[in-house]
């Protein structure tokens, strides 16, 4: 009977905590910018498309982001099982020695468990040349860089059950096409192992200021552009950086990681209505610095601005995707970077650049092409037509390029070449290596003009004659 009797009490207390945390939860937050995402918002149980199927699944969501010490809760489990278990209770963060942290995402580059086909890196490649030539018409220099994995770098804190893959990577296949197609590609991976030092955070993703005056200096070089060197410059090292992984497994506590504080202060300033290097675009001012730059970037942007916005009369840093290159007109740019994080390498095939399709002379035969299972969609998109869809991937060598045809009324056939890139439409329904996008003036497809799809391979240029959605 007292056995009985002490079950009941344990379900209560345990009833009881799990009502507390429950009817706390409008009194006590978290501050989910640490986790730097946005706690889940109670969901509608109808909505303007009518009853909401995931109701139950939203609210589950709900309650798990909003439980009252739902960070103090998880920041002590996660110490626990560190302590106990060497692991993390994060999926996103991988536990390594000596307090060092990881991102789980980047993962598959270190173990090379999913790694890009050799067409796919040659894409890569081929959306970066049509960016630089693009840019090299206009007389823009162009530079095309890509910031290493924190594990690759330094993979001697890494778990030692995390095997490092011995065969060729997405940054190897990627580094192979650029250096074939002669694209402007500064090599960020040789340049940092080349370096005894330590130049990431230990619980952050990302490389720390030393890095990033490192990278800028590297970046700064390969497009002729006079700046100052930080390597004598005098530093201190403080601990006044949030790391961002730190802060997903141990949110609620305030542990900062070091970072190097030059002596020297910035010069730049900001203008309109963006100051936080998180913003989507960010645009600078320095005075007596010449020069102007359009810079687009991911987070590994983030500690290289200020050195960067340091050297340029104007700078435009800007996260969104696709790459737009009307803003490279737009801001008068004499130089264009394009930084990613190794391992968004395959992101680079996910968006087609907004600019106009470069036209192309096609001499010799061209062949019809039976059977090809090939699309074209035409979209407008304000002053420009967008044209995209997939060829089959039958007719296509690694490194062929894919053209679209436009034949006016009177017989006129110009042809255009497009980004080997997916258009987000196209995604869900296509799982083939032969995507291609490309946006042109309105007035280059008139109307009742005929569109087909024009590939090469092995020597021979196919027609694929397409029915336009």
């Given amino acids: 009977m007292k056995k ?71 920041t002590a489990d996660a110490l626990l099982k560190a302590k106990l278990f060497k692991t993390s209770n994060q999926e996103r963060v991988v536990l390594g020695s000596d307090g060092w942290l990881y991102y789980s995402e980047s993962m598959h580059d270190y173990l090379g468990d999913d790694v ?3 067409r796919r890196a040659w894409r890569t490649a081929r959306v970066m040349k049509l960016l630089q030539e693009h840019c090299e018409k206009k007389g ?33 296949l990627m580094l192979n096409a650029v250096g074939e197609l002669e694209v402007n590609f500064i090599d960020l991976r040789a340049a940092f192992l080349s370096d005894d030092r330590v130049m990431y955070h230990k619980y952050d993703s990302h490389w720390n200021n030393e890095g990033a005056t490192y990278a800028v200096d590297k970046m700064l070089n390969a497009v002729d552009k006079t700046h100052y060197s930080y390597e004598s410059e005098p530093y201190r090292t403080e601990k006044v950086h949030r790391g961002d992984l730190y802060n997903i497994i141990y949110p609620s506590i305030d542990e900062l990681d070091e970072n190097v504080i030059y002596d020297k202060e910035h010069e730049y300033v900001y203008i309109g209505p963006y100051s936080d290097v998180e913003d989507p675009m960010l645009m600078t001012k320095c005075a007596g610095k010449e020069g102007s730059l359009v810079m687009f970037r991911d987070s590994y942007g983030n500690a290289s601005i200020p050195y960067i916005a340091d050297e340029y ?34 992101w680079i095939t996910e968006y087609v ?82 995507p291609y996008g490309m946006y042109i003036d309105k007035t280059l497809l008139p109307e009742g003009a005929a569109i087909s799809v024009i590939t090469y391979k092995n020597g021979i240029y196919y027609n694929h004659s397409v029915e336009v959605n």
């Fill in 4 to 74: 009985n009797i002490w079950y009941i009490i344990y379900i209560i207390v345990f009833v009881g905590a799990l009502a507390s945390l429950s009817l706390l939860m409008p009194f006590v937050k978290s501050d989910m910018s640490k986790e730097k995402r946005t706690a889940a918002a109670f969901p509608k149980p109808v909505t303007e498309k009518g009853i909401n199927l995931k109701f139950f699944k939203q609210l589950d969501d709900y309650f798990s982001d909003n439980f009252a010490f739902r960070q103090e809760l998880s």
């Fill in 116 to 118: 890009i086909s050799k």
């Fill in 140 to 172: 823009i220099k162009f530079l095309f860089t890509v910031a290493p994995n924190k594990h690759t770098l330094y993979p001697e804190h890494m778990p030692a059950n995390y095997l490092k893959t011995d065969t060729e990577t997405n940054y190897d």
């Fill in 313 to 346: 009369g104007d700078g435009t840093f800007t996260k969104g995707q696709p790459a737009d290159l009307d803003l490279v007109d737009t801001k008068n740019a004499d130089t264009v970077i394009y930084e990613i994080v190794e391992r968004n390498i395959p």
């Fill in 353 to 434: 650049p907004y600019m106009d399709a470069p036209e192309r002379e096609i001499e010799g035969m061209i062949e019809e092409a039976e059977h090809s299972d090939t699309t074209a969609h035409v979209e407008d998109r304000g002053k420009r037509y967008l044209i995209y869809g997939h060829v089959e991937d039958a007719f296509c060598n690694r490194d062929s390029s894919i053209y679209v045809r436009i034949t006016d009324g009177d017989g006129n056939a110009h042809f255009y070449e497009a980004f080997p890139a997916e258009y987000e439409q196209s995604k869900e329904d296509y799982e083939g290596d032969n």
